[in-house]
């Protein structure tokens, strides 16, 4: 296992934040750590990229008050779309299309 490498592949970094989501009391806490660890680990393996963009959203809402939440996690992902390097925006939003069910269909609303 190479330097900066933690269990499962992941990076130091990853890892991390993944033991700080599940020690966090706080929902809102919780996903921002889940967001940082898939980003994170998404260096060593590409299909984490939607991870740390569904956390993102999900921090978005819980951050947000209840009659907002909706509406806030759609602007996030809007956000997040409309910031994609135009290389990969089409690889991006086609998987976003083939794993949203699975994903809590977040990017779907």
Not at 26 to 35: F, G, N, S
Not at 42 to 50: F, I, K, N
Not at 66 to 75: H, I
């Amino acid at each position: 296992m190479g330097e900066g490498r933690g269990h499962g592949g992941h990076g130091a970094g990853g890892f991390a934040a993944h033991a700080a989501a599940r020690s966090a009391s706080d929902a809102t806490a919780r996903e921002v750590a889940r967001a940082a660890g898939h980003a994170a680990a998404t260096a060593h393996m590409a299909d984490h990229e939607l991870g740390a963009a569904r956390f993102a959203i999900l921090a978005v809402r819980l951050a947000s008050p209840a009659p907002e939440a909706a509406a806030a996690g759609v602007r996030e992902c809007q956000w997040q779309r409309a910031n994609l390097p135009a290389e990969i925006r089409e690889l991006v939003l086609s998987d976003q299309g083939l794993r949203d069910k699975r994903l809590g269909s977040v990017f779907t609303g």
